[in-house]
């Protein structure tokens, strides 16, 4: 099974609002990955969790805030976005071995702040 | 500097063509090579992976791509398209370097099937 959840499926909010992303894995992987895409474009990484650890944050603006409460879940909390926040935002996961690695991806999360 | 390339920006093939869709990576030593499918709206899919050994690599829905050293390349290939492979495709890659995987995606080909 290589299936990576996430919910909501779709997300509106205001730029006063705070909200949270979810996802979940259940394969044993070890580390967890926010990416953030934008139409037409490539996925661009956000954040790494590497046993439940923040690993790397790719310059992301405080008002994202990732949280691994274990090892199986990772969330992403906003909070006072701007419109150009809009995107699809993608959760992935993987055993965390170096190098030879795969990352195996959710459907994502198509966030819209008005 | 370390990139990867994808210089087919769109692809328009007929159901049953064959297809062929370009990576190439510019990296000091050769790179773990991924191919990912991306349906509108959706999240990414992995199609295949080359990490060493036999330099045709054989995924899921009928693709299958090579890996040429010589030519830095890492090209997906389908004998015969459908419909239902309308979709964006991603060439990735992580560096051979040993540490934490960071994929690097390339621009990416969208692929358009006419009936």
């Known amino acids: 099974d290589t299936e990576v959840t996430q919910t909501p499926k779709h997300l509106v909010m205001g730029m006063t609002n705070k909200k949270s992303l979810k996802c979940e894995q259940h394969?044993?992987?070890?580390?967890m990955y926010w990416y953030k895409q934008k139409a037409k474009k490539p996925p661009e990484l956000m954040f790494v969790?590497?046993?439940?650890?923040?690993?790397i944050n790719e310059s992301v603006p405080s008002r994202f805030s990732p949280e691994c409460p274990n090892s199986s879940l990772l969330n992403l909390h906003l909070h006072a976005l701007q419109p150009e926040d809009s995107a699809l935002y993608l959760c992935?996961?993987?055993?965390?071995?170096?190098?030879?690695?795969?990352?195996?991806f959710g459907p994502g999360t198509r966030l819209t702040v008005l | 500097a370390q990139s990867v390339t994808q210089p087919d920006i769109h692809i328009t093939v007929s159901e049953g063509a064959s297809l062929e869709l370009r990576c190439n990576y510019s990296?000091?030593?050769?790179?773990?090579l991924f191919w990912y499918v991306q349906s509108p709206g959706q999240g990414l899919q992995l199609l295949l992976k080359?990490?060493?050994?036999?330099?045709l690599v054989q995924g899921i829905k009928g693709f299958e791509a090579e890996f040429k050293r010589s030519q830095s390349s890492f090209n997906l290939r389908k004998p015969s398209v459908h419909w239902s492979d309308a979709a964006e495709y991603f060439c990735?890659?992580?560096?051979?370097?040993?540490?934490?995987?960071?994929?690097?995606f390339g621009t990416g080909t969208r692929l358009q099937v006419t009936l």
């Open positions: 992935a996961s993987s055993q965390e071995r170096p190098g030879a690695d795969t990352q195996y």
């Open positions: 394969m044993g992987h070890r580390a």
């Open positions: 969790y590497s046993y439940e650890k923040l690993s």
């Open positions: 990296y000091g030593a050769t790179p773990y």
């Open positions: 080359y990490f060493s050994g036999d330099t």
């Open positions: 990735a890659v992580v560096p051979n370097t040993g540490t934490a995987s960071k994929l690097t």
